[in-house]
């Protein structure tokens, strides 16, 4: 479980194809505290850690990504020396300052537009409708792992604002039209939007 809160920026050192793809990403993380089988989501996407390695520049983790991972998320389309948003898994105790996240990404989107407001920056981000149908006006969203406020909707599109931390602290400083990006609707209302389906089929 996560927050959307970010707590590094990764790099990719390596990348090993196969029928299960092996990542290998630099952190500015100590490896003493990350325990193998451990939780990091990886741009929203939740990975665990099968190795990790002290480097001169931090640790080195490795984690694995089945074809499924790759297909409906940004993953499959790293390249080494990409930046990818950190996240560790949440401890009992921690502070709660973003929403709830699974790690588990619903649908890849495209930014449409991004633009200068006055100090913060306003995305449009282009979604499938089985993600725009869980979206709503001051709801939560999670692009690329990062937490977000949904300020705008429509039926095929939503608006975000970006702080100027947010952009130098993650990956979203980034962003330009046509970037893609992994969402993850907010976790109720996906429960939600299940409860009413069901109710609907079994009339």
């Given at each position: 479980m996560f927050t959307?809160?970010?707590?590094?920026?990764?790099?990719?050192?390596?990348?090993?194809?196969?029928p299960v793809t092996r990542l290998e990403v630099r952190s500015p993380y100590d490896p003493a505290t990350v325990d193998i089988g451990a939780s990091i989501s990886h741009a929203g996407a939740c990975l665990t850690v099968i190795?990790?390695?002290?480097?001169?520049?931090?640790?080195?983790?490795?984690v694995e990504a089945v074809?499924?991972?790759l297909a409906r998320t940004t993953l499959g389309k790293l390249n080494v020396?990409?930046?990818?948003?950190?996240?560790?898994?949440?401890?009992?105790?921690?502070?709660?300052?973003?929403?709830?996240?699974?790690g588990h990404v619903d649908a890849v989107g495209v930014v449409r537009s991004v633009?200068?407001?006055?100090?913060s920056w306003r995305v449009v981000?282009?979604?499938?409708?089985?993600?725009?149908?869980?979206?709503?006006?001051?709801?939560?969203?999670?692009?690329?792992?990062?937490a977000l406020t949904v300020t705008a909707v429509t039926n095929e599109t939503f608006e975000v604002a970006i702080i100027p931390h947010t952009r130098e602290c993650t990956t979203l400083g980034d962003l330009v039209e046509g970037y893609e990006v992994n969402l993850e609707a907010d976790m109720l209302a996906r429960y939600v939007d299940r409860m009413l389906g069901w109710k609907d089929k079994k009339r």
């Open positions: 959307g809160i970010v707590s590094a920026i990764g790099e990719v050192a390596r990348i090993a194809p196969g190795e990790r390695r002290r480097s001169s520049e931090g640790m080195v983790h490795v074809p499924e991972t020396g990409d930046a990818v948003n950190l996240e560790r898994s949440l401890k009992l105790g921690d502070e709660f300052g973003g929403h709830i996240v699974a633009e200068e407001d006055g100090g981000v282009a979604a499938p409708c089985e993600v725009m149908r869980l979206i709503a006006h001051k709801g939560n969203i999670a692009v690329d792992g990062v």
